[in-house]
């Protein structure tokens, strides 16, 4: 029979001692977190959908390796918390050890350079020419052609370096023009005869 009080208790009764909740959620994230480092380097933005697919049913794998046979509210939040603590001791220390961070983030990819791709770096990095080609006409490159320099953060977003000719005016630009333009009329103006 179903009390109130049994409710409670299954709440906050945990099936596994603390310390195994622990343990278990720092093996499962150092594993994921190395798996994700061999695996690849793109942003959750540039996922298509079979990576999608992949990162929904990772979370349930493992979540299921985090908490076990355990449900109750104390182990869920042991987890969060450890999962969290984890996080950000491993993020200050990379962060602290530069060696460490290369290792960890990686270096910055040259993907095109003055119009060419490097289709061996697009191949290690797990990236579609097509994918390639979207970044580069988001960042205004209408043409392979009009790139200088693409690259490969270690953050996993493409920036890009477009070449002089394919760059838009910039205000500087437009006030050069603007003043040249005053300047032809003024000129006009006065070899013109007055009426």
């Known amino acids: 029979m179903?009390?109130?009080?049994?409710?409670?208790?299954?709440?906050f009764t945990m099936p596994m001692p603390i310390g195994?909740?622990?343990i278990r959620t720092i093996a499962v994230y150092l594993i994921v977190v190395v798996l994700l480092r061999?695996?690849?380097?793109?942003t959750v933005a540039q996922l298509n959908a079979f990576d999608l697919v992949v990162l929904?049913?990772?979370?349930?794998?493992?979540?299921?390796?985090?908490i076990g046979p355990d449900n109750s509210l104390v182990g869920g939040a042991i987890g969060v918390v450890t999962l969290l603590l984890l996080n950000a001791a491993v993020v200050w220390v990379v962060r602290k050890n530069p060696w460490l961070d290369k290792v960890m983030e990686g270096d910055t990819v040259v993907l095109?350079?003055?119009?060419?791709?490097?289709?061996h770096a697009l191949q290690h990095?797990?990236?579609?020419?097509?994918?390639?080609k979207a970044a580069l006409l988001n960042q205004g490159a209408e043409d392979m052609h009009d790139v200088h320099e693409a690259e490969m953060y270690p953050s996993g977003s493409i920036v890009v370096e477009l070449t002089e000719q394919a760059r838009d005016a910039s205000k500087m630009d437009l006030a050069r023009v603007e003043r040249k333009i005053d300047e032809?009329?003024?000129?006009?103006?006065?070899l013109s005869p007055t009426s």
């Open 20 to 22: 195994e909740k622990v």
């Open 56 to 66: 929904l049913l990772l979370s349930n794998v493992v979540q299921n390796a985090i």
């Open 125 to 132: 990095l797990g990236i579609r020419e097509g994918d390639l």
């Open 38 to 42: 061999i695996m690849g380097r793109r």
């Open 184 to 190: 032809l009329t003024a000129a006009v103006a006065r």
């Open 2 to 11: 179903f009390t109130i009080a049994s409710s409670f208790d299954s709440l």
């Open 112 to 119: 095109v350079h003055d119009g060419k791709v490097d289709h």
